[in-house]
């Protein structure tokens, strides 16, 4: 992996992780369009950087994190499912669905009529009074987690699946996209951590030179794009999200089985 290479997937982490399109997706989608060999170490590249968009999120909620204990004790329960299937998953994560393309772009694709469903029928339902942070019931903090689970699977997002999974459970959408954003840190910080603990002996000094650059590039990109996306949701649903995942993932399917 080249320095440009480096820079250019830490701006692809950084703009899509808190996107519902699967930064894990883009990531690869990216690599393999950069023709970045595929390595041991560039699966570790792809997990690992997300931690610099993660550190976006520390710098605009410090306060949250230090002064809310009981709203950090729901994103503690939420986190739980993450962690046992990351945990359970890790190799078949890093070793066979990471490498595999068609399963991303199937569920781009799915997730994207999905995306596109739920909205509708969400804008049907009646709407209920956001709840803080520190009210949200435990059971839904847990079912919240849950659904973020879902996102073990590349394509999938992790954005995508926490958003959907708290609006379904009355959440407000302010709301849900501040608890994404928070149940990111230790999702995250668990992922990169034992990811490294796995692999990082074997890195040469040069990955963690690159290694450090996207995570930088991902952390200022992220930045950027958690405030635009607090902004955008003010006023927008997110189907236009789901159809942009619909194209790249037909696009991606059609080079496969047509090309």
Not at 119 to 128: D, G, H, N, T, V
Not at 142 to 171: D, K, Y
Request: net charge positive; hydrophobic share 60%; with cysteine.
């Amino acid at each position: 992996m080249s320095i440009i290479e480096a820079i250019l997937l830490g701006v692809v982490e950084g703009v899509t992780e808190f996107l519902p399109i699967s930064s894990t997706a883009h990531l690869v989608i990216a690599s393999r369009l950069l023709q970045v060999p595929e390595s041991a170490f560039l699966g570790s590249f792809i997990i690992a950087i997300q931690l610099g968009a993660i550190g976006a999120v520390v710098l605009l909620y410090w306060r949250t994190i230090l002064l809310n204990p009981e709203g950090i004790k729901r994103i503690a329960v939420a986190f739980v499912p993450t962690a046992v299937a990351g945990f359970v998953l890790y190799q078949l994560l890093k070793n066979v669905l990471l490498e595999n393309l068609a399963l991303i772009a199937w569920a781009l694709v799915l997730g994207g009529i999905v995306l596109i469903v739920f909205e509708r029928w969400y804008a049907a339902r009646p709407k209920q009074a956001a709840v803080p942070l520190e009210s949200l019931p435990f059971r839904t903090a847990f079912l919240i987690g849950c659904a973020q689970a879902l996102a073990i699977i590349p394509g999938v997002s992790r954005a995508g699946a926490t958003i959907i999974g708290g609006l379904a459970l009355g959440v407000g959408r302010k709301e849900i996209v501040e608890f994404s954003f928070l149940l990111a840190i230790p999702t995250m910080l668990a992922a990169t951590g034992y990811d490294l603990l796995k692999s990082g002996s074997a890195f040469a000094t040069n990955d963690w030179g690159l290694l450090g650059l996207g995570f930088i590039v991902s952390f200022v990109a992220a930045y950027a794009s958690v405030r635009w996306l607090l902004r955008f949701i003010q006023t927008h649903t997110f189907t236009g999200f789901g159809w942009y995942r619909i194209v790249i993932g037909g696009a991606i399917l059609a080079v496969l089985y047509i090309a």
